[in-house]
């Protein structure tokens, strides 16, 4: 049964619950054609959650035992404030770990002050190294902004530095091996992301993709790749090292390898909805009661609630995709 136990949130399969994602935006200056190639109708201004809101409904989760936030979008930094937001949280009693998921264009500009505010890692997503292909991806020219960005990031500490790459078949999969030795020049933590079939048609088949297995069978060939004893900050990946390597490869497979038994996750979307799952649209509106008086402990309860409403597992297949109605940029992937 779902309670609030001593160590936080339990949910109905004994998850302990301490992990809130919260996306700071819809708001993005890319257009990823796995993410949001069609620009989805931007949320409101006036139904987007104040900085102050925002703070309360994390400090509420923080009071209920979330220990680790991470800040993501749209793009995180395309949010004035972000980065003073981040400082508050930091003095937050209980909150142990903030982190961001960026697109890394604007890093350069940044890292020395989120390291500063708090911020304690960064994984930055890059799904090729070839300038042409990222446009193309992307929609904008600047892979030399994000380059700097790996590099700014490194330099003052925000460490690890993982690069998140969702490999798409036919694509940008004949860079694998290329990323993936970029672990061993560099400190980066690479990140093999499985593509999942969410608010797009462009790639929504399932020829654009490639499960984990093949993208570690394509690592393997290079030798020498490890296993690394994992930790709790982990997350789902399956950590490796490659011989000599200076950072580490992760794989992820939300797709092929349900990693839901081991979810402890909620979702606040940039709307003030919260989502017990990514991979299902089922949500509770957070902003709304909010805004209509509700008190700490009426809002605490609904932390509970989404808990509760956390499913065994996530059903989201290629047959299905068209089922998911929310855009990632709003959800915050
Ligand atoms: N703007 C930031 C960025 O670019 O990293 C944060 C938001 S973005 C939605 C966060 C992550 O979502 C990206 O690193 C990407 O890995 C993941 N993502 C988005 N769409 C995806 C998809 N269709 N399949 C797999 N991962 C996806």
Redesign the pocket.
């Known amino acids: 049964m779902n309670a609030y136990t001593s160590k936080g949130i339990v949910d109905t399969f004994n998850r302990h619950i301490n992990y809130l994602r919260v996306s700071m935006t819809d708001r993005?200056n890319?257009s990823?054609r796995?993410?949001a190639p069609f620009r989805p109708e931007l949320i409101k201004k006036e139904k987007v959650p104040t900085l102050e809101e925002l703070y309360r409904l994390i400090e509420i989760g923080v009071s209920l035992g979330i220990t680790k936030i991470r800040l993501?979008?749209?793009?995180?930094l395309c949010r004035k404030g972000t980065i003073d937001f981040i400082k508050r949280l930091r003095d937050l009693e209980g909150l142990k770990d903030i982190t961001m998921?960026?697109?890394g264009t604007m890093v350069a500009n940044y890292a020395e002050q989120l390291k500063e505010a708090g911020l304690s890692r960064i994984?930055?997503?890059l799904d090729t190294l070839d300038s042409n292909k990222f446009r193309r991806i992307t929609g904008a020219d600047l892979f030399s902004d994000v380059w700097e960005g790996l590099s700014a990031a490194v330099q003052c500490g925000l460490n690890p530095v993982k690069i998140?790459m969702?490999v798409m078949k036919g694509f940008n999969d004949d860079e694998i091996e290329q990323m993936a030795e970029l672990s061993i020049k560099f400190p980066f933590h690479i990140r093999f992301?499985?593509?999942?079939?969410?608010?797009?048609d462009l790639?929504s088949t399932q020829t654009s993709f490639m499960p984990v297995s093949e993208i570690e069978k394509r690592v393997a060939r290079l030798g020498g790749l490890k296993p690394v004893a994992s930790n709790n900050t982990d997350g789902p990946a399956r950590r490796y090292r490659l011989e000599g390597g200076q950072g580490e490869i992760g794989f992820i497979g939300?797709m092929s390898s349900h990693f839901c038994s081991s979810c402890n996750r909620l979702r606040l979307t940039a709307a003030g909805y919260l989502r017990p799952c990514l991979l299902s649209d089922e949500q509770i509106n957070l902003i709304e009661p909010m805004r209509r008086g509700l008190s700490d402990t009426e809002i605490k309860k609904l932390f509970i609630l989404a808990a509760a409403k956390k499913k065994r597992e996530h059903r989201l297949n290629f047959s299905n995709s068209r089922v998911l109605k929310t855009s990632?940029?709003s959800i915050?992937?």
């Open positions: 993005c890319l990823c796995y993410c993501t979008g749209g793009e995180p998921t960026s697109n994984n930055i997503s998140n969702v992301i499985e593509y999942m079939p969410i608010g797009t790639l939300s990632m940029v915050g992937g």
